[in-house]
């Protein structure tokens, strides 16, 4: 029997959705395909969401897409790429594959969190050293193995062990992250381990904060994450141009030259 081959071009409209294709074989004389769906035109979410742009209390000079409606904690309509506006994954409902709804700002907020904690924890990193000093070597690590101020430098001298631990440790703070995703599903507030005040939660310094205060804690520590993360790529920027430590570049530029010392022997006394 000969087959008669038949071919049907299905787009999809879905937003950020790449475009699919059926092939039908079915024999001569056999029952008719299903017809294809119809095609829904129009805009896409990001399109849309740009359509409606507001003004920006970030950069005034600019808009914020329509995702960005001020309700969140923090929202200062600062979205000059667009982030807002593309779907993503749907990760607190539980750890997917599933494509996430536009305007879930909760992943976006979660990024960054984690990428402002650990730009705090690398400012301390890099301005620590040179005030407070490096730790101790021995004959097994090598005497200066934490003697360098440069963080940069700093890398490559240290032992593989010490880097290794470092590693081990933010993996499982990785795991216990996604584990707590997990747990609390579409419950999940960002940035959340557990750490703090609240029934079940590690406490150590029993914070107890009213609504009103944790709200003011929550924004406090957003502006610090941001700052820090600006600040982190100043401090990276200036050791890599410079090669030295941020303290031993104050020290620097701090210090009163020599001829400005002989030239103070002049002046009267408490200029």
């Not at 787009?11 to 395909?33: D, H, I, L, V």
Request: glycine letters at 12%; one cysteine or more.
């Amino acid at each position: 029997m000969k087959l008669a081959i038949a071919s049907t071009l299905i787009a999809s409209a879905a937003a950020f959705s790449a475009p699919t294709m059926t092939f039908s074989f079915k024999p001569k004389g056999g029952k008719k395909a299903a017809p294809a769906p119809k095609t829904v035109g129009g805009p896409s979410p990001s399109a849309e969401a740009w359509a409606n742009a507001g003004p920006s209390t970030a950069l005034p000079f600019a808009t914020a897409p329509a995702t960005l409606d001020g309700s969140m904690l923090g929202d200062v309509g600062f979205d000059p790429l667009g982030f807002s506006t593309v779907p993503v994954g749907a990760w607190f409902a539980g750890i997917g594959l599933d494509v996430g709804e536009i305007g879930n700002l909760n992943w976006y907020r979660e990024a960054e969190l984690i990428h402002g904690r650990i730009a705090q924890v690398a400012v301390v990193g890099f301005l620590a050293p040179g005030l407070f000093g490096t730790l101790p070597g021995n004959d097994w690590t090598g005497v200066d193995a934490y003697s360098n101020t440069n963080p940069l430098e700093a890398f490559s001298q240290v032992p593989g062990l010490a880097i290794l631990q470092i590693f081990l440790f933010m993996s499982w703070l990785e795991f216990k992250r996604i584990r707590i995703i997990q747990e609390e599903g579409p419950n999940y507030q960002p940035g959340d381990l557990r750490i703090g005040q609240g029934e079940g939660r590690y406490n150590p310094f029993n914070l107890s904060y009213s609504p009103e205060e944790y709200e003011e804690k929550q924004l406090q520590e957003l502006k610090h994450c941001r700052l820090a993360m600006i600040g982190v790529f100043g401090l990276w920027a200036q050791a890599q141009a410079s090669g030295v430590g941020v303290i031993t570049q104050l020290s620097a530029g701090l210090s009163s030259p020599e001829y400005y010392a002989k030239a103070g022997y002049f002046l009267p006394e408490g200029i």
